[in-house]
């Protein structure tokens, strides 16, 4: 390999968690976009019961 083909390649390599953090940030916005928030919520309420974090 030469020194561009491996720079190209290790480019590449970073790219995919930036690529994968942004598809899931998406998918979040997305989905909560179109949750009642009454859902979410309860959703959150639940979940900070579940790990012991104190809400009240």
């Known amino acids: ?3 561009a083909t491996t ?3 290790t480019t590449g390599l970073k ?4 690529a994968a953090a942004a598809l ?3 998918a979040v916005i ?5 949750v009642q928030a009454t859902t ?5 309420h639940d979940v ?3 790990v ?3 809400c009240h």
């Open 30 to 34: 997305a989905v909560t976009g179109h």
């Open 1 to 3: 390999m030469t020194t």
């Open 48 to 50: 900070r019961h579940a």
């Open 15 to 18: 790219l995919v968690p930036v």
């Open 40 to 44: 979410l919520h309860d959703a959150a």
């Open 24 to 26: 899931i940030g998406l």
């Open 7 to 9: 720079a190209k390649s």
């Open 52 to 54: 012991g974090f104190p």
